[in-house]
């Protein structure tokens, strides 16, 4: 089986809500989350897409925000309809 080819990229502003369901996922058993979300009523995706906005808006010089594609070649006869 070939290995997925992964590959970092600059993320953009249409990738921010994606970028904050993943942190959310992330972070959906930490306890420390936990206690924030329930005494201040916050909602970490929500503020997730915010600080992502903001960190884009930084400009690259300063910041930059990167997500990963994968990418895999099915190989012939494997289950791709090869």
């Not at 997730?48 to 990418?71: D, F, Q, Y």
């Amino acid at each position: 089986m070939t290995p997925p080819k992964v590959t970092l990229l600059p993320a953009s502003s249409a990738d921010i809500p994606t970028l904050a369901q993943i942190s959310n996922l992330a972070f959906e058993t930490d306890v420390h989350t936990w206690l924030t979300e329930l005494t201040l009523g916050s909602d970490h995706a929500a503020e997730m897409e915010l600080v992502c906005e903001h960190w884009m808006a930084r400009g690259e010089e300063r910041c930059v925000v990167v997500k990963v594609v994968v990418s895999k070649e099915v190989e012939r006869g494997k289950g791709g309809g090869g």
